[in-house]
């Protein structure tokens, strides 16, 4: 009599394990850096803060300046700004941070650590702190970044395009006459050149003296190797450009002097 009660017991308790539900797997979810990692260039901030004043420094060039250029999957490049370049790699360690190896400091990893209130991703240099690596960086979008010899030129660009009237010289008569800078570096109203190139910073383009201005090619297309050297500033909403002389001695980077008033350009709001 008390067998098939055994057996009765033994298929509820098989049909009751056999409904209990499968454990699943915890996987822990991923960081996602895209907020972060959507801008691929960015700029020391003082270098960027100093760029975009109202008013630019006469002496900008003066500055340290240094960029950040991401590629492609966990690949960046450093620059020094129209100067010196290195590679380096990355990893995601959070939504926000970043662990970079850069060359020469294979056993150095450096912590990158994104503050998206404020913007700012900061670096610890791998040299250490006192080492003069840029620590602070903001980002700047839309610059074309696929010839890095032009990178900074076209955060210059950026800072400058716009369509300014030009003011007539004293003792001309007033006419309508606009200049137009672009982003892509074409230009009208400098007259016949294809492109303007303003060289913020950077060691290999020469320099102003007495006094000093920020220095500006204007490019015809087949005489990339013979620009022509203007000086600039921007003081509010008006940019002023001079014509130079170069008073380098052969074979030394060139260096320019100013030659004159080339125009007074007021930036349209």
Same mark, same amino acid.
């Given at each position: 009599?008390?067998?098939? #009660?055994?057996?009765?017991?033994?298929?509820?308790?098989? /049909?009751?394990?056999?409904?209990?539900?499968? =454990?699943?797997?915890?996987?822990?979810?991923?960081?996602?850096?895209?907020?972060?990692?959507?801008?691929?260039?960015?700029?020391?901030?003082?270098?960027?803060?100093?760029?975009?004043?109202?008013? +630019?420094?006469?002496?900008?060039?003066?500055?340290?300046?240094?960029?950040?250029?991401?590629?492609?999957?966990?690949?960046?490049?450093?620059?020094?700004?129209?100067?010196?370049?290195?590679?380096?790699?990355?990893?995601?360690?959070? !939504?926000?941070?970043?662990?970079?190896?850069?060359?020469?400091?294979?056993?150095? =990893?450096?912590?990158?650590? @994104?503050?998206?209130?404020?913007?700012?991703?900061?670096?610890?240099?791998?040299?250490?702190?006192?080492?003069? @690596?840029?620590?602070?960086?903001?980002?700047?979008?839309?610059?074309?970044? !696929?010839?890095?010899?032009? /990178?900074?030129?076209?955060?210059?660009?950026?800072?400058?395009?716009?369509?300014?009237? +030009?003011?007539?010289?004293?003792?001309? #008569?007033?006419?309508?006459?606009?200049?137009?800078?672009?982003?892509?570096?074409?230009?009208?109203?400098?007259?016949?050149?294809?492109?303007?190139?303003?060289?913020?910073?950077?060691?290999?383009?020469?320099?102003?003296?007495?006094?000093?201005?920020?220095?500006?090619?204007? #490019?015809?297309?087949? $005489?990339?190797?013979? =620009?022509?050297? /203007?000086?600039?500033?921007?003081?509010?909403?008006?940019?002023?450009?001079?014509?130079?002389?170069?008073?380098?001695?052969?074979?030394?980077?060139?260096?320019?002097?100013?030659? *004159?008033? $080339? *125009?007074?350009?007021?930036?349209?709001?």
């Amino acid at each position: 009599m008390h067998l098939p #009660v055994k057996i009765l017991f033994a298929a509820t308790v098989l /049909v009751a394990c056999n409904n209990q539900p499968v =454990p699943t797997s915890q996987t822990p979810a991923l960081p996602d850096p895209s907020a972060m990692l959507k801008h691929k260039y960015w700029v020391s901030k003082p270098f960027n803060d100093a760029l975009f004043a109202t008013n +630019i420094i006469d002496t900008l060039s003066n500055l340290p300046c240094g960029e950040l250029v991401f590629g492609q999957k966990d690949s960046l490049l450093m620059t020094a700004c129209l100067s010196d370049a290195g590679r380096g790699t990355f990893k995601v360690t959070s !939504s926000n941070s970043l662990e970079i190896v850069f060359e020469g400091f294979e056993g150095n =990893p450096s912590k990158a650590q @994104w503050d998206e209130k404020t913007g700012v991703l900061h670096i610890d240099p791998p040299g250490g702190p006192d080492t003069g @690596w840029p620590t602070d960086f903001v980002a700047q979008d839309d610059i074309d970044v !696929s010839n890095i010899d032009n /990178v900074t030129i076209n955060l210059g660009r950026k800072r400058l395009a716009g369509n300014y009237s +030009i003011l007539p010289k004293k003792g001309e #008569v007033a006419m309508t006459a606009l200049l137009e800078l672009h982003t892509d570096g074409t230009q009208v109203g400098f007259g016949d050149f294809d492109t303007y190139e303003p060289w913020p910073s950077g060691i290999g383009g020469g320099f102003i003296q007495n006094p000093q201005r920020n220095l500006m090619y204007l #490019v015809k297309k087949g $005489k990339e190797s013979d =620009p022509t050297a /203007v000086a600039w500033q921007v003081r509010g909403d008006t940019l002023r450009i001079w014509n130079t002389r170069n008073i380098g001695a052969e074979g030394d980077l060139p260096e320019y002097k100013i030659a *004159g008033l $080339k *125009g007074t350009y007021i930036k349209a709001k």
